[in-house]
């Protein structure tokens, strides 16, 4: 049977097992702050990657779909015109 290079099953497994222990001791309410946290960090990472993304790709380099697709930084929320313009 062939290897393989890459298992997401097993990075998943490997990523729940590392929350467990880190959260296996944490009360309710520390578990909600915990997911908060998380939350916030992978928010702020993902407008950090769209600031960059819109700083060297600008929009004249970019597929002509993306003329229409609208990118919030802040909530990192990506808007789509219901029709797009002919």
């Given at each position: ?19 467990d ?50 990118c ?15």
């Open positions: 049977m062939k290897k393989k290079k890459f298992d997401c099953v097993e990075m998943m497994h490997r990523a729940g097992r590392k929350i222990q880190e959260t296996k001791n944490l009360t309710f309410q520390q578990k909600v702050e915990y997911w908060r946290k998380k939350s916030e960090e992978a928010a702020r990472r993902q407008a950090e990657r769209t600031k960059a993304f819109n700083q060297a790709a600008p929009l004249n380099y970019r597929p002509a779909f993306w003329e229409h697709w609208r919030d930084p802040v909530t990192t929320s990506i808007t789509l015109p219901l029709i797009a313009p002919g």
